[in-house]
């Protein structure tokens, strides 16, 4: 394992391959390669999440799926903050288990649901992820770090929140949508 440098005065680096698969938390973070992507990681990740739930889901209890959206809270808590660290970025665009493990949340609470259900709520999670309205704009802020400082725990928990706060607005809209 690798130290990771906390200076003030580095300089944000890019995630790549190398990186990657240097340390699991960093495969983690970065999605398993869905982060990577030069463009719209964040959608990419989400696909990726989509695909992994629909391959998970017939064989896992809601009891085990509740457990791994409870360990992939606090696993991913460390890997995002660990690979933040390691970017020298407080929330880099490279990084989407936050969104992987949103959108699972989203997907296994709307379950059961058709594919085109699985898709609008796809759309409005990235609808509320990637335009930040209201309560995500909030939660987007609230554990940013200066830039140039340190990053620590509350940058990781930050990355994580704001995708919980887009999936709590996602699943709102839902049960409105599905109650009228």
Do not use: N
């Not at 999440?49 to 998970?56: D, E, I, S, Y």
């Amino acid at each position: 394992m690798s130290s990771v440098p906390d200076a003030p005065d580095m300089a944000p680096r890019r995630a790549t391959v190398r990186l990657m698969l240097s340390h699991p938390a960093h495969a983690m973070a970065l999605g398993f390669g869905s982060g990577l992507s030069p463009m719209a990681p964040g959608t990419v990740g989400t696909l990726w999440a989509w695909l992994a739930f629909l391959v998970m889901q017939p064989y896992l209890s809601p009891l085990q799926m509740a457990a791994l959206l409870l360990a992939g809270f606090f696993v991913g808590w460390w890997a995002c903050t660990f690979t933040a660290r390691s970017l020298a970025t407080p929330d880099p665009g490279s990084i989407v288990w936050d969104e992987v493990l949103a959108f699972w949340l989203v997907l296994w609470l709307v379950t059961p649901a058709s594919l085109i259900e699985q898709g609008v709520a796809f759309a409005l999670f990235r609808y509320f992820d990637a335009a930040k309205p209201g309560p995500v704009a909030w939660a987007d802020t609230l554990f940013k770090g200066r830039r140039g400082a340190p990053i620590g725990w509350a940058q990781g928990f930050g990355i994580l929140f704001d995708d919980l706060v887009a999936a709590l607005c996602t699943l709102l809209v839902i049960s409105v949508w599905r109650w009228l």
